[in-house]
Every structure is written in C-alpha cells, then in structure tokens.
C-alpha cells in the first residue's frame, strides 16, 4: 500500500533529504491533495510543528476537506490530538510525546505512533536527539493501544531506499497486530 505524504514546513509542501537538506519545495498542499487522495489516506505532517517551529495549523486545515488526511507533527497531548480527529482527520500520527497514558485515552483504530530512528536508535526533537531506545522495543510497549506504526530511518529519508528483508521481519514481529508502514521518499512532483 502507498500512502503519499504532504510534508509541510513555512506554509509549503517540501521534501528533506536526511532529515535536513532542502531537497524539493513543491508548493501549495491543496492543489497537491486532491491528486494524491486519489490513491487513497494521504499523510499531512507539520513539520513546523513537529520542530517547535511554528506550525501550518490553517493550512491542514484547508486541506482537511480534499482528501481522506492521516494528521500528524507536533501532536504531543490529548488536546490537540482530540482537535484533530474532531477536525476531520481520519487518522492522527503521533511521535515522541506517544505514551502509554495518552494513547489509552484515543481510540486505538485512529492512532499510528510515529517512530524515528538514526542508526537504529530512535530520535526525537526533529530527529536531533537520541532517546537511547530501539524501534523494536518502542513497539513492543505501544502496540496494543494504536492501529500502526510509522517507522522513518532518518538516514535514508528522502534516498529512495527501503529497509533490508531482516529488518521488515523483526519490525513486524514487533509490531503485534499492529499494522507498518515505512517511510520511503520518492522525490519527484509536479504541478
């Protein structure tokens, strides 16, 4: 399954090679949605929000209506989760605030926790900051109170590269019921 991702960062959609290099501004996200909902669920991320940076709050909010959106970037309380499911989100991604205490207060099957990892250790704080944990173990501690799992490793965000077999096994023996998802750019839009 393909789920096409709107990355959003200063009100533009955008593609990061690594997790820090500039690699593609593809302009506004609602002339983009309608022609990735085509597919099926797209994934809007604030970027902005997920870096403490601001956020595009107004703009998913725009884009909300085009297509069937997974919501997800700077979602780190009951709040702001419960303001996007409400919103008209069909699904919220949440990435290093996703507790065992948060997550049992959302309804399970609208809930992908976001995971992270530079060298097989998961990151957070916009992928600066090494928490120390493996994706295997995070899993295993969240899989029974959302619906997926969204693993992104940074070094190869935005290369067009995929996780080796060993890798895809472990992480599904991991993830329990759970549905996964790995993330894998594809640079390449146009108008």
Do not use: Y
Not at 25 to 45: K, Y
Not at 80 to 104: D, P
């Amino acid at each position: 399954m393909i789920i096409p991702s709107i990355d959003l960062k200063d009100g533009q959609t955008v593609q990061l090679v690594g997790g820090r290099d500039h690699a593609l501004s593809a302009g506004d996200p609602t002339l983009i949605a309608p022609r990735f909902g085509q597919v099926g669920e797209i994934a809007v991320i604030d970027l902005d929000a997920a870096l403490g940076a601001g956020d595009n709050g107004d703009l998913i909010r725009r884009v909300l209506p085009l297509a069937r959106c997974r919501v997800g970037g700077g979602i780190r309380d009951l709040e702001t989760a419960v303001a996007w499911l409400n919103a008209g989100a069909r699904k919220i991604v949440i990435g290093s605030a996703a507790s065992s205490e948060l997550l049992a207060q959302l309804p399970r099957d609208r809930v992908i926790v976001a995971l992270d990892a530079r060298d097989g250790e998961i990151v957070d704080q916009g992928w600066t900051r090494r928490t120390g944990l493996t994706i295997p173990e995070r899993m295993r501690e969240l899989r029974d109170l959302c619906s997926g799992f969204l693993v992104t490793l940074v070094e190869q965000e935005g290369r067009m590269t995929g996780l080796d077999p060993s890798q895809i096994t472990d992480l599904r023996d991991a993830a329990g019921s759970a549905r996964l998802a790995t993330a894998m750019s594809v640079v390449a839009v146009s108008h």
